[in-house]
């Protein structure tokens, strides 16, 4: 079973697929490291700055080369979102080439309150992100599950939405076992 | 004119829509039972049950075969669901090779506030439902929403929204004569 | 860079985008007058509203040629919708094949408080539109934002959401140039 796993910053994603791929024996693979190898093999980049400035045909290439090694795996799960908010607004992570390409079979949703994420953010002192206000970070959420219903039409998979709360790992790890464990 | 109907269970989607059949002398198909239909003449399955242990691939030739027996038709009403609740998420009812099969001209969605929904199922002794709460089938009915939006970005159907209250069955079917009759 | 730039009636779109385009020195093509060009090409219509009632087929080859002719530039703003709004329910302004031709690289969304809508058309009497109240104003706004994510799915392209509510014009093309100038 591939299981694609996203969530905004501050969510708590890594830390909730962590303990799921740990319970589960799954492998991680992050799609961003993967573009990145297949543009190292490609001879386009050397470093991963240089990936923002890849030409929109060769980008696509690398997407789908990164797809397809993770659809040759039997069983992983694959870190990365459901959308990047870029200058130029949102940009999806699975557009059609790259879901042909992975075929999930479910694409999980970590979501938490807007207001807990803010916070979470705003308390990181090592995260150099722009500020986002709570109602900007709930929009955010709300248009990745939008995106994640076009996921589901293109590709078939199943789209779960976990909730992780201020102290909710536990309880949010739980869904996750019951529904894919 | 083909037309798709959708709602979550305890809508009302099969009062609204045999009221709206027969106004309109229109034939109903039951996606699911046109699959079980292909499936028991491809000899993979002989009860219904069977029909959830199919293995991916061949669940989608049935799918297909079932969206082109659609597809074949001028005029229909094609009784199925925006998404199935599943034990791993939401499901995609209408996926794209199946809109590519049955080239739906208009998907209706019956809608009605999530409590009405809520007590309409625990007061429906006959129906073995794990209960959802009313703010689940909000956000159920939230998400079929946006994934209307992707089949009709798909397949060029109009979505239309009726609303299906508590005593609002003729307003209901008034709305959907007005758009579609 | 294609930008397609898309907001209800009301919202205040043509005033933003034509805005951006003189600042940014860039052309405007409307994609409903680039059909009914590709439509008189074809000698299929002689007059405008003749375009409702081309059948389905001529409808998509004439949506495909219009969109081949914007794909063929290398920058301009497209004047469309996201959504239109029919007697049968939401229509896609940008189907699959649309996107295909087109290959757009930003969508915008121009929003704007439904109720500052709502109030925008009942006090413009040139605008002989049925009136929708604040809450449909609302539910499509939000029903354009989940297709544009779908939009954004199929063709790769970003999603800028713009506001423009009253008085807010300045604040607004400052935003859009901010992204995209």
Redesign the interface.
Known sequence: MRIVITGVPGVGKSTVMEGFARAQGLEIVNFGTLMFEAAKAQHVVTDRDQMRSLD?AMQ?TIQKQAGQAIGAKASCIVDTHA?VR???????G???WV?DAIKP????LVEAPAEQIHHRRTADPTRARDQQSAAEID?HQ??N????????????A????ITNPDGGLEQALQQLR???G
Chains 1, 2, 3 share one sequence.
């Open positions: 929109p696509r959308t870029t200058p130029r607004g949102y940009l999806a699975l557009p059609a879901l079979d479910v694409l999980v929009q709300q248009f599950r939008a995106i994640a219903a076009a996921y589901a039409m293109h590709s078939g199943t789209v779960l939405t019951n529904a894919l």
